[in-house]
């Protein structure tokens, strides 16, 4: 399975967006991008995936490298509900297997 | 309820003996996956099933965990001869197809805590 790597955390002020970053050098054409979350005490929270194209929804954006070996879930405007751990996944075509790596840790501050 | 449930919540058991968790995952939902998270880390896939086909059983960590998903619908992952080892919250997730291509739902776990 192709990996993914994420900073351990990050921090954001609350009402400003925020960029958190996911390398997967090793993806193939045929892997989507998946972003999950998890709020304390939560289960995790699905986010956005996407393939090649940037993605939007009511959540977040995300914006995957023209080569495809990076990404990046943009939140627009951090709100203190948004401290989570965020998970980069990889997912392969018919695949259904979610692999959760460590995620990077968001803290939001107000 | 519209959402994946879990029962039970809570679950104290004296070491060696059996327990099973249950999933009734939403209604309609193809795919179901469990997965276990020890406390501040992700989670680890354990098993999925696509309908009452178990498609991979890679992660169950070994012959004491087993699940099932009979009819295609609600799941029970059993655990014999518990061992301290097994605490841990245990998480069942839903989706409405290939998990490549959709949103896997998720329930609020069952924590395990083996005495």
């Known amino acids: 399975d192709a990996k993914t790597t994420q900073p351990n955390s990050m921090e954001s002020n609350e009402e400003e967006p925020v960029h958190l970053p996911c390398n997967h050098s090793t993806i193939s054409g045929t892997d989507y991008i998946h972003w999950y979350r998890q709020l304390p005490s939560q289960g995790p929270e699905y986010v956005i995936h996407?393939?090649?194209s940037n993605v939007n929804n009511r959540m977040a954006s995300l914006a995957i490298a023209e080569d495809r070996k990076s990404s990046t879930l943009i939140l627009h405007r951090a709100t203190l509900r948004d401290a989570a751990v965020y998970y980069c996944?990889?997912?392969?075509?018919?695949?259904?297997?979610?692999?959760f790596g460590a995620g990077t840790i968001l803290r939001v501050k107000s | 309820g519209a959402g994946v449930s879990q029962s039970p919540r809570y679950k104290v058991t004296k070491r060696g003996q059996d327990v099973a968790l249950r999933c009734d995952p939403i209604?309609?939902?193809?795919?179901l996956y469990w997965y276990r998270q020890a406390l501040g880390q992700g989670p680890e896939f354990l098993t999925y099933?696509?309908?009452?086909?178990?498609?991979?059983k890679s992660g169950l960590p070994n012959d004491r965990f087993s699940a099932e998903r009979p009819e295609g619908s609600i799941s029970t992952l059993t655990i014999q001869r518990t061992e301290q080892r097994d605490s841990a919250m245990y998480r069942c997730?839903?989706?409405?197809?290939?998990?490549?291509?959709?949103?896997?739902?998720f329930g609020q776990g069952t924590r395990l805590t083996v005495v």
């Open positions: 996407g393939l090649t």
């Open positions: 099933f696509n309908y009452e086909a178990q498609q991979d």
């Open positions: 209604s309609g939902h193809v795919s």
């Open positions: 997730a839903s989706s409405s197809s290939y998990g490549y291509r959709t949103e896997a739902f």
């Open positions: 996944i990889l997912l392969m075509e018919y695949g259904n297997k979610l692999v």
